[in-house]
Nanobody
Framework: VQLQASGGGLVQAGGSLRLSCAAS????????MGWFRQAPGKQRELVAT???????NYADSVKGRFTISRDNAKNTVYLQMNGLKPEDTAVYYC?????????WGQGTLVTVSS
């Protein structure tokens, strides 16, 4: 599977962005999908995941603000981010769970100004 993320940018605190990740290759619907992020000087961390069946899971830091969703007809996973905070600034990566291995796409930069 190949993944292409988009939708990052500069936004003021309290604003919203929607990230998209388009997948190509093997059947998209067969993958669990996730969004991760890496802030400068920090390790990559899990933001949200969505299973093949649509069950979701979120990091505590984004619960109630971010929503992950998928459209299998469009081979795309989304991350709706509301109430953005400066600490959400990071490169965001989408990933597909292939068995027990995450397959990464390239990142998209989200910058939240205070």
């Amino acid at each position: 599977v190949q993944l292409q993320a988009s939708g990052g940018g500069l936004v003021q605190a309290g604003g919203s962005l929607r990230l998209s990740c388009a997948a190509s290759g093997r059947t998209f619907s067969s993958y669990g999908m996730g969004w991760f992020r890496q802030a400068p000087g920090k390790q990559r961390e899990l933001v949200a995941t969505i299973t093949r069946g649509g069950s979701t899971n979120y990091a505590d830091s984004v619960k109630g603000r971010f929503t992950i969703s998928r459209d299998n007809a469009k081979n795309t996973v989304y991350l709706q981010m509301n109430g953005l905070k400066p600490e959400d600034t990071a490169v965001y990566y989408c990933a597909a769970l292939d068995g027990y291995t995450w397959v990464w796409g390239q990142g998209t930069l989200v910058t939240v100004s205070s």
